[in-house]
């Protein structure tokens, strides 16, 4: 047993002390969560935009032009990999410009994200019973400002827990960054395993960092739905 434990502490030290190669991992986690962060907004905002325009038709037959353009987008998005868009745009798309690998990531995922996005919040909006629509154009409100003031509010507190799994999962998405020699926190590992030929350690360190994270989050949104769903009663 005392040799096993010897033999962690010595693979312990070669991965991570040695050359100070833990900062590949600290250097990459950084850069996932940043990458996750900007992806993240630019998800919401593209998806926000895509699911008001096909609400929007689905409900007065108006944006035809809009709709068409978006069905285009959510087909092409959600029917192929990610990993598969995240090469496009960088070696077709910007492949003749010096563009930050960082700042393709952020398209990439963002672009693919706002897919999923789109149709979990057209959901929240279509859930909406039509009385609330009834409500607001009672008011005063014009078509806009009902869904601004009355629809979308309800439908993001319907939508949350669904909004918040994407989150994760674009978390673990940004795995791939790696295809574009980005150093993501699981590129800093394969870096790692590629210097000191063990996988163990620099995989399992990597794996336990992502479950860290994840159950962070679950318990934060946990919290926060929580909160949303009490301010109900």
């Known amino acids: ?17 040695e050359a100070d190669r833990w900062k590949y991992i600290t250097d990459g ?6 990458v996750t962060v900007a992806a993240v907004l630019v998800g919401i905002l593209l998806g926000f ?6 609400s929007t038709h689905d409900m007065t037959g108006k944006l035809k032009p809009l709709n068409f353009i978006c069905r285009i987008y959510l087909t092409v998005i959600r029917g192929t990999p990610v990993v598969v868009q995240l090469l496009i745009i960088y070696f077709v798309i910007f492949g003749s410009s010096a563009v930050s ?14 897919a999923y996005v789109a149709e979990i919040v057209r959901a929240g909006i279509m859930s909406i019973d039509k009385g ?3 409500a607001g154009r009672s008011l005063g409100f014009n078509y ?13 507190k319907n939508v949350l827990p669904a909004l ?16 574009i020699a980005m150093q993501d926190l699981t590129k800093g590992a394969d ?23 994840v159950c962070l989050l679950e318990y934060v949104f946990g919290k926060l739905e929580r909160r949303l769903r009490n301010s109900d009663h």
């Open 164 to 179: 918040c799994n994407e989150f994760i999962v674009l978390l673990k998405e940004t795995s791939v960054s790696g295809y």
């Open 49 to 54: 935009i895509v699911a008001i325009i096909r």
């Open 1 to 17: 047993m005392a040799d096993f434990f010897q033999d962690l502490k010595d693979r312990f030290i070669l991965n991570f002390v």
């Open 144 to 156: 806009a400002q009902t869904m601004v003031y009355v629809i979308v509010p309800q439908a993001f």
């Open 132 to 134: 609330q629509f009834e």
């Open 101 to 114: 690998k960082t700042l393709v990531a952020i398209i990439a995922f963002g672009i693919n994200s706002g």
């Open 29 to 34: 986690l950084a850069v996932t969560l940043k």
């Open 191 to 213: 870096i790692i395993r590629s210097r000191t030929y063990d996988a163990f350690m620099p995989l399992i360190a990597v794996a336990l960092i992502y479950l860290a994270i």
